[in-house]
């Protein structure tokens, strides 16, 4: 049974940083791409940054460009975001992604990854 499993959110003061991690199992974590979306109250969920298995290729929103770091650490299947200069526009649920299989790279479109966490509340109060 695949798991996703974030932690680290909280709340965080403007201009503040938080590192989110997320523990999978059930799957080959080291083969596959990885991401990271959020979802703030009433909007669409929406791309953050997405690594490829090695890390050696990593993409990144324009909104969070510069600020964001996402990494991974294969030996221990476990997925990073990096979070500095927060903004109180990037309050929202912060979810992890993963993809279906090792021969598919997601696009930005949440509907191309194949897993899901539940998700870590991320607030940045202004």
């Known amino acids: 049974q695949v798991q996703l499993a974030e932690s680290g959110g909280g709340l965080v003061q403007t201009g503040g940083s938080l590192r989110l991690s997320c523990a999978a199992s059930?799957?080959?974590?080291?083969?596959?791409?990885m991401g990271w979306f959020r979802q703030a109250p009433g909007k669409e969920r929406e791309f953050v940054s997405r690594i490829d298995w090695s890390g050696g290729m990593t993409n990144y929103a324009d909104s969070v460009k510069g600020r964001f770091i996402i990494s991974r650490d294969n030996a221990k299947n476990t997925l990073y975001l990096q979070m500095n200069g927060l903004k109180p526009e990037d309050t929202a649920v912060y979810y992890c992604a993963a993809a279906r299989s090792f021969s598919i790279a997601p696009s930005e479109q949440s509907a191309s990854w194949g897993y899901w966490g539940q998700g870590t509340q991320v607030t940045v109060s202004s």
């Open positions: 059930g799957l080959s974590f080291s083969r596959l791409f």
